[in-house]
T-cell receptor, first 111, second 113 residues
């Protein structure tokens, strides 16, 4: 399987703290996306970073991409209880039209 | 409202009884796909479609069929469901290729006894 791996599997923090989750993948990619899923619901797109980009910001989200290490990180700054969810990275491998999801990081933010 | 709809949302069925889960999107997206989500395994792509009459296998296509006769619809067919197909299924759509975000449906929880 070309599935990505998120790390850590689970993360618990207090409101106001920053949350960092990492994603590693196996093949060359066109882009990498991050999604959020509230318990049992559909996924919601957060941010997309292309293979020629190194960093991208969107509000309290910061994504980095290191194609030489085949890894990405998602940083959520000043977390809120409402950020409690599972976060998935998804890669679009080069030369395919598949979308490969990782196993996810479960984030719990305590008020 | 731009959305992806799936029906049914919940389904309990028995082994071997053919079923279809419908998926429809109103965003004129070319790309549509089906995923299954199982604990500890994340989301795995079953089938995807780049456009009408164009479908291709994802990572776990065994036991499933799809069709894309119209741009807006992408039904998932289980001809002879088995208990190992008990899962949470998601349909998603997006613009051509994967340089664009995918919009997900609300999910269909399927139990096969």
């Amino acid at each position: 399987s070309q599935q990505g791996e998120e790390d850590p599997q689970a993360l618990s923090i207090q409101e106001g703290e920053n949350a960092t989750m990492n994603c590693s993948y196996k093949t060359s990619i066109n882009n990498l996306q991050w999604y959020r899923q509230n318990s049992g619901r559909g996924l919601v797109h957060l941010i997309l970073i292309r293979s020629n980009e190194r960093e991208k910001h969107s509000g309290r989200l910061r994504v980095t991409l290191d194609t030489s290490k085949k890894s990405s990180s998602l940083l959520i700054t000043a977390s809120r209880a409402a950020d409690t969810a599972s976060y998935f990275c998804a890669t679009g491998p080069r030369n395919t039209d598949k979308l490969i999801f990782g196993t996810g990081t479960r984030l719990q933010v305590f008020p | 409202e731009a959305q992806v709809t799936q029906n049914p949302r919940y389904l309990i069925t028995v082994t071997g009884k053919k079923l279809t889960v419908t998926c429809s999107q109103n965003m004129n997206h070319e790309y549509m796909s089906w995923y299954r989500q199982d604990p500890g395994l994340g989301l795995r792509q079953i089938y995807y479609s780049m456009n009408v009459e164009v479908t291709d296998k994802g990572d776990v296509p065994e036991g499933y069929k799809v069709s894309r006769k119209e741009k807006r619809n992408f039904p998932l067919i289980l001809e002879s469901p088995s208990p190992n197909q008990t899962s949470l299924y998601f349909c998603a759509s997006g613009r051509t290729g994967l340089s664009y975000e995918q919009y997900f449906g609300p999910g269909t929880r399927l139990t096969v006894t």
